[in-house]
């Protein structure tokens, strides 16, 4: 077995550029919208989902206005919904939980940052069970896994809110992706590496906020399955409607000459070859 002080994370660069942010920008733009009133609010109903636009240079935060609740979250460029958050990557990059100033990356052959955390009022760290809050582990709750384990057909899981909310943009439930799981807080057990939650720590007007780093589509469930203080499924499981609330959705327009040198990223620099190139001259 490896010393587990030899034990570095994998995703290193060669170029100490790569993944370094300037901290000072997003801070300012964090500030700038303090005191501001949104331009935009929208209120997603408990056990539902909406679907919404956020243009590059604006900041969006994601509300947990009534209490504790968890939100499952997708992105995709808004004018090529191809271009979508890549969750597994992203961690890689990261970690297993999100925290501010990480940005969300999205799939090849993209790869760049969607958009970039500015403030997090949960900033729950890990805690003794090594778990931690805004969610890169798991995924949406879906109808498909929710009657394999019970046998009963649940319409508002997070994939099918997802899937109503993108109808409109003339996307259906193949463009739903694994999510960000905002204000949930997981982990995996010591003994078998099983994912568990805990309870969720957000308390009325907690807030997850982040800058669009291009045009974005978002998507955000209220998951049915609410604050996660009740078991689910198994044995135990209960209704979990009682504990179920809504979240709000805001808009903000930070100010602008913060983004004189800021630049909307560009796709990675691979060419896309794959090789095929060298195969054809043989
Ligand atoms: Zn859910």
Same mark, same amino acid.
């Given at each position: 077995?490896?010393?587990?002080?030899?034990?570095?994370?994998?995703?290193?660069?060669?170029?100490?550029?790569?993944?370094?942010?300037?901290? *000072?920008?997003?801070?300012?733009?964090?500030?700038?919208?303090?005191?501001?009133?949104?331009?935009?609010?929208?209120?997603?109903?408990?056990?539902?989902?909406?679907?919404?636009?956020?243009?590059?240079?604006?900041?969006?935060?994601?509300?947990?206005?009534?209490?504790?609740?968890?939100?499952?979250?997708?992105?995709?460029?808004?004018?090529?919904?191809?271009?979508?958050?890549?969750?597994?990557?992203?961690?890689?990059?990261?970690?297993?939980?999100?925290? *501010?100033?990480?940005?969300?990356?999205?799939?090849?052959?993209?790869?760049?940052?969607?958009?970039?955390?500015?403030?997090?009022?949960?900033?729950?760290?890990?805690?003794?069970?090594?778990?931690?809050?805004?969610?890169?582990?798991?995924?949406?709750?879906?109808?498909?896994?929710?009657?394999?384990?019970?046998?009963?057909?649940?319409?508002?899981?997070?994939?099918?809110?997802?899937?109503?909310?993108?109808?409109?943009?003339?996307?259906?439930?193949?463009?739903?992706?694994?999510?960000?799981?905002?204000?949930?807080?997981?982990?995996? *057990?010591?003994?078998?590496?099983?994912?568990?939650?805990?309870?969720?720590?957000?308390?009325?007007?907690?807030?997850?906020?982040?800058?669009?780093?291009?045009?974005?589509?978002?998507?955000?469930?209220?998951?049915?399955?609410?604050?996660?203080?009740?078991?689910?499924?198994?044995?135990?499981?209960?209704?979990?409607?009682?504990?179920?609330?809504?979240?709000?959705?805001?808009?903000?327009?930070?100010?602008?000459?913060?983004?004189?040198?800021?630049?909307?990223?560009?796709?990675?620099?691979?060419?896309?070859?794959?090789?095929?190139?060298?195969?054809?001259?043989?």
């Amino acid at each position: 077995m490896t010393d587990s002080q030899t034990i570095k994370p994998l995703y290193s660069p060669t170029k100490q550029a790569f993944l370094q942010l300037e901290k *000072t920008l997003y801070a300012n733009l964090h500030e700038s919208v303090v005191n501001e009133s949104p331009v935009e609010c929208i209120s997603i109903s408990p056990r539902s989902a909406k679907a919404w636009q956020v243009k590059a240079g604006q900041i969006c935060r994601i509300v947990a206005d009534k209490g504790p609740q968890v939100v499952d979250v997708n992105f995709w460029n808004l004018h090529n919904p191809r271009e979508r958050f890549w969750a597994s990557r992203t961690r890689q990059l990261y970690g297993a939980h999100i925290n *501010t100033y990480d940005q969300l990356w999205s799939v090849l052959p993209y790869l760049r940052p969607m958009l970039t955390v500015t403030h997090d009022t949960i900033n729950y760290g890990l805690d003794s069970d090594g778990a931690g809050c805004h969610d890169l582990l798991g995924t949406r709750c879906d109808p498909y896994i929710h009657q394999m384990l019970t046998e009963e057909a649940l319409d508002t899981c997070c994939h099918s809110n997802l899937t109503r909310a993108v109808l409109p943009y003339h996307l259906d439930e193949r463009d739903v992706h694994d999510v960000i799981n905002i204000f949930q807080v997981t982990g995996l *057990t010591k003994e078998t590496e099983q994912y568990f939650v805990k309870p969720c720590p957000a308390q009325a007007g907690d807030y997850w906020e982040f800058f669009a780093e291009q045009d974005l589509l978002c998507a955000a469930s209220a998951c049915p399955h609410g604050d996660m203080s009740l078991p689910i499924w198994g044995d135990s499981a209960v209704d979990t409607a009682d504990i179920c609330r809504s979240i709000e959705i805001q808009i903000f327009n930070p100010d602008r000459t913060l983004l004189k040198s800021w630049r909307e990223p560009e796709p990675a620099g691979y060419a896309g070859i794959h090789g095929l190139q060298a195969s054809t001259e043989k």
